[in-house]
């Protein structure tokens, strides 16, 4: 059973920092690419940064400078490391796995709110 457990979010004022983590199991870790991605009320979900097996990463222009993603493939954890947060930064963060092949693999965590607010 495939498992994508997210933490570290909460509410944090406008210039703050927070941590992302997600804890992946029942996948090869090593070979999956693996991102972030949030969901704003009333908005579709989008990309915050991915991460590939190779380490090569990717992020909205919205983010560039301002979020790190990196991956620890010993302990299957991927992280989002936030800082200089806005208010527009608020959304509920998902991790995601992803495999291509002749078969997508495709997995999403449950997701972890996260509130930029005075």
């Known amino acids: 059973q495939v498992q994508l457990v997210e933490s570290g979010g909460g509410l944090v004022q406008p210039g703050g920092s927070l941590r992302l983590s997600c804890t992946a199991s029942?996948?090869?870790?090593?070979?999956?690419?693996m991102g972030w991605y949030r969901q704003a009320p009333g908005k579709q979900r989008e990309l915050v940064a991915t991460i590939t097996k190779g380490g090569s990463t990717n992020y909205a222009d919205s983010v560039k400078g301002r979020f790190i993603i990196s991956r620890e493939d010993a302990k299957n954890t991927v992280d989002l490391q936030m800082s200089s947060l806005q208010p527009e930064d608020t959304a509920v963060y998902y991790c995601?796995?992803?495999?291509?092949?002749?078969?997508?693999?495709?997995?999403w965590g449950q997701g972890t709110q996260v509130t930029v607010s005075s």
């Open positions: 029942g996948i090869g870790f090593s070979v999956y690419s």
């Open positions: 995601n796995a992803r495999l291509y092949g002749i078969i997508l693999r495709d997995y």
